[in-house]
């Protein structure tokens, strides 16, 4: 069994590169028996990152219309809420991903998502301010998870 | 889709691609003849390796550089790696569940979970060939005009191995699932064009070769291929001269090459119960399956075959002249042509890649398609034509599932 903290998003798209971010930030103040992993590509490749026996984390930016700190969804109790508009229909989502994950039996053993309110993903963006204010609150979630 | 009706007759189908321009031959203009393929590559994240490929073909003709012996070996066994996950992913997660009446893969491997693990697997070993190969398992950084920056260890290439050996096992049970679906009694009699090698079944090299007579060098695609601007997309439509729309991607490579496949893949795609030459679009899944299990074959007789070139790149001088190269990309031919400056510059550039040259025909079929269905109250009529456009695996983001159909009836 390992622990695995997942960081998703895209570096060139505003606030998008939240998670990304925080992985950065997270990963020398993670005990070494923590993996830590950055993902950008796919979301059907998650699937490659863990087997059932592991615990896992994934965090990643969500889409918010205020200020505020991390959201916590419990991705093994409940379904994450379907895609508003997928982009392709040669791409799953983290969230399909995370659907067909549980359709295969496929689910970790723990799989926490924290969501990190964003607001910006235009290309080129900077992180706004809103977003860089959540990020220090969701280290300290993300460590308090793997503690 | 835009379907419009007058009595029991359609009077006009129209695809409309909203996606906008990306102006990719426009931004390859004034960069350096080496960039192309790393550049074309972020086209598209299901066929990168198809890009690349075409440019560095296009570039080498260009230069009057021809490949040869292991780094051409190399170039097919990234390919197989490349047909076999878009080919997989379009088979188990896209195409399949319309056939089984699930609105998706997601929904499909609650009922199906084997059958959807089975196929992440398959598709993970042709990941793990671009990987080897191309070095990383989308857009590949290993590929450069001249061959590759660094061509992998034999020992590399015999790792992928044991999971070639799983993966044909996974192929063939594929094969004989989709066989076993329904298709709809529908036929269409369109123009095949695809690749045709002496004595390979192509993915790099060979003549356009049609159903119906045209046999042309890839130098000559332009004097036959006419692309045009619609009103109604964004996305060009081709056709070919005089002759009208036509048809590219794995049932054209079927049709004009079944005499290519090993003697075993034939076998295997007649117990599927395909003929020699196949005119279901609907039948395309089953193709496709034939082309993964062909893939697997290929990608395990060139690892066997495989020794290290001595230099993983054959040296390539710029000079001012046009080049053309056309691959296989999973969905059909992918063209490229570049004319270069003495500077090694790329003064003009033009890419036709296979949704855009497959625009007319889906659009025909679909006119064909409704005209035999108009009866379907409009949901399952759009479930069907979903299905339809799904034959072509159409590489657009608003691709099916997103359709949103509107039947005009008069």
Redesign the interface.
Request: charged share 15%; net charge neutral; with cysteine.
């Given at each position: 069994m390992s622990t695995i903290v997942v960081g998703l998003g895209n570096a060139w798209r505003g606030d998008d590169a939240a998670g990304l971010l925080v992985l950065e930030r997270l990963r020398p103040l993670l005990p070494d028996s923590v993996r830590t992993v950055v993902h950008e590509g796919d979301g059907l490749s998650l699937l490659d990152l863990w087997t059932p026996e592991d615990d896992v984390i994934l965090v990643d930016a969500v889409l918010a219309s205020g200020r505020g700190g991390p959201v916590l969804h419990d991705a093994r109790a409940r379904p994450l809420p379907p895609d508003v508009q997928p982009l392709s229909g040669h791409a799953l989502s983290a969230a399909g991903a995370i659907e067909l994950a549980r359709g295969i039996g496929w689910l970790p053993r723990r799989l926490i998502v924290v969501g990190i309110p964003a607001h910006s993903f235009g290309t080129g963006d900077p992180l706004s301010a809103e977003t860089n204010d959540a990020i220090e609150e969701t280290l300290e979630t993300v460590r308090h998870l793997v503690s | 889709m835009k379907i419009k009706v007058l009595g029991n007759r359609v009077a006009d189908v129209k695809l409309r691609i909203y996606e906008p321009p990306r102006f990719f031959e426009g931004l390859l203009r004034g960069r350096h003849f080496t960039e192309a393929p790393d550049i074309t590559a972020r086209i598209c994240?299901?066929c990168p390796v198809a890009y690349q490929m075409s440019a560095i073909h296009a570039m080498e003709a260009a230069c009057g550089v021809e490949v040869d012996g292991p780094i051409r070996d190399l170039r097919r066994l990234l390919y197989c790696g490349e047909w076999i996950e878009s080919h997989v992913?379009?088979i188990a997660?896209?195409h399949a569940p319309d056939f089984l009446g699930y609105a998706s893969?997601?929904?499909?491997?609650?009922d199906h979970?084997e059958t959807?693990?089975r196929a992440?697997q398959l598709k993970?070993i042709g990941?793990g060939i671009v990987a080897c190969v191309g070095g990383r398992?989308?857009h590949p950084v290993n590929v450069r005009v001249g061959g590759f920056y660094r061509a992998p260890a034999k020992r590399d290439l015999l790792g992928l191995v044991p999971g070639l050996e799983a993966a044909h096992e996974i192929a063939r049970d594929l094969l004989k699932w989709v066989s076993t679906f329904s298709f709809p009694d529908f036929e269409t009699d369109a123009e095949f064009v695809a690749l045709r090698h002496p004595d390979e079944y192509p993915f790099n090299e060979g003549r356009l070769v049609s159903t119906k007579g045209l046999d042309i060098p890839v130098a000559d695609f332009e004097k036959h291929v006419i692309e045009e601007h619609v009103a109604h997309s964004n996305a060009l439509h081709a056709h070919l001269a005089e002759r009208g729309p036509y048809f590219v991607g794995p049932l054209a490579r079927y049709n004009i090459n079944f005499d290519r496949l090993p003697a075993g893949i034939r076998t295997q795609a007649s117990d599927a119960g395909l003929g020699s030459t196949v005119k279901n679009p609907f039948k395309s899944i089953v193709v496709r399956a034939v082309e993964v299990l062909y893939a697997v074959e290929e990608a395990l007789r060139i690892i066997r075959d495989y020794e290290p070139p001595v230099r993983p790149f054959v040296e390539v001088t710029p000079r001012p002249a046009t080049g053309a190269g056309c691959t296989e990309a999973p969905r059909g031919i992918l063209y490229h042509r570049y004319r270069l400056g003495p500077d090694g510059l790329i003064a003009d550039a033009r890419i036709v890649p296979p949704t855009s040259q497959n625009q007319k025909i889906i659009e025909d079929d679909l006119k064909r398609f409704v005209e035999a269905h108009l009866a379907l109250p409009d949901d399952q009529l759009t479930l069907r034509c979903e299905q339809a456009i799904r034959n072509y695996d159409?590489?657009?983001?608003?691709?099916?599932?997103?359709l949103k159909l509107d039947v005009e009836r008069e």
């Open positions: - | 994240g299901i992913l379009h997660m896209l893969a997601l929904d499909m491997a609650k979970p959807v693990t992440l993970k990941n398992e989308i159409p590489c657009i983001s608003c691709a099916t599932h997103f």
